[in-house]
């Protein structure tokens, strides 16, 4: 897949592309991965270095309980650094389900809006008018609430990628240049159900949009570890996160993933090679066989 972004083509035919997560919130559950204003420019630099094609930017938590972040203080830390990265040639996507936050970071120059939500019909419209690619996620509930909804489905995959092809649909047809969809790993999803979602992925991908996964660290994966149900900010400095976030995103890429979000770049940069070089020679023995 050639994906367009921000006068760019990113081949990710069978390369999974890196999205580099910088955080200007205050409350993230990965705190090495929160900077200030002034060190974003150093720490997305080390990102693109590492393997990171795309940067995203975001000022709010979606850790469970988190306080909500007024506009004017999202803004205010998210535009001066969209600004900065812009200006230094990096490819900025803004992590935000508000429009005035996603509006001011599009005039800041951000190349992709991120939306967790799914897009509010008012973020939707922002991505119409100002031509900006648009991601979107399924999730039951709200994101920083996204707990105290039922976590049950009688076919978690199947609802996903009808309500995701559904909601890209619709986007496009209201005038977005194009739509990324996401499945929302941890997101309301027991490990059963993230665990149907990965394996699901190729149906998903054949859907025909960018798929983007963003399960760096999170609290499933220390589930399939063994240390338990744990949230997100207490399980990522678990034994063994590094290399089960590794592992869940090189096989998120040989099943169908052509983005997936991560904390650790280098380290899942470097794997995703792996999977490349298999994904390259699968195309080669299919093509070969026709």
């Known amino acids: 897949m050639q994906i367009q972004l921000g006068g760019q083509t990113l081949d990710a035919t069978d390369r999974c592309l890196v999205m580099g997560i910088l955080n200007v919130a205050t409350d ?16 997305a630099a080390a990102l693109r270095d590492a393997g990171a094609s795309i940067i995203d930017v975001g000022a709010q ?16 830390r998210v ?4 600004e900065m990265l ?10 935000t389900w508000t429009a005035p936050v996603a509006r001011a970071a599009v005039a800041a120059g951000a190349h992709l809006i991120n939306d967790i939500t799914g897009a509010a019909p008012e973020t939707v419209a922002v ?37 995701l092809g559904r909601r ?21 999803r027991g490990l059963t159900d993230n665990l149907r979602l990965l394996l699901d992925l190729p149906q998903l991908a054949s859907l025909g949009y960018p798929v983007l ?40 890429a040989w099943l169908g993933a052509h983005v997936v979000r991560v904390h650790d770049v280098e380290e899942v940069a470097w794997a995703l090679e792996v999977s490349a070089a298999a994904n390259t020679l699968r195309r080669a023995m299919n093509d070969a066989a026709r």
């Open 28 to 43: 993230s559950p990965v705190s090495e991965s929160i900077v200030d204003v002034q060190e974003a420019p150093r720490r």
């Open 61 to 76: 938590s979606t850790r469970t309980g988190a306080a909500a972040v007024p506009p004017e203080q999202e803004i205010a």
């Open 79 to 82: 535009v001066p650094v969209v």
């Open 86 to 95: 812009v200006g230094e040639g990096h490819l900025v996507s803004v992590d």
């Open 127 to 163: 991505a119409v008018e100002t031509t900006t690619p648009i991601a979107v996620m399924h999730m039951r509930g709200e994101p920083q609430r996204h707990r105290e909804v039922t976590h049950e489905y009688e076919d978690v995959a199947g609802e996903v990628r009808d309500w």
């Open 168 to 188: 890209a649909a619709e986007i496009e047809a209201a005038g977005a240049p194009s739509v990324w969809i996401d499945p929302g790993f941890q997101f309301g």
């Open 213 to 252: 996964i963003s399960a760096s660290r999170k609290g499933f994966l220390a589930e399939m570890l063994g240390h338990g149900e744990l949230r997100s900010h207490d399980a990522h400095g678990k034994p063994g996160m590094l290399e089960a976030t590794i592992a869940f995103n090189v096989l998120a």
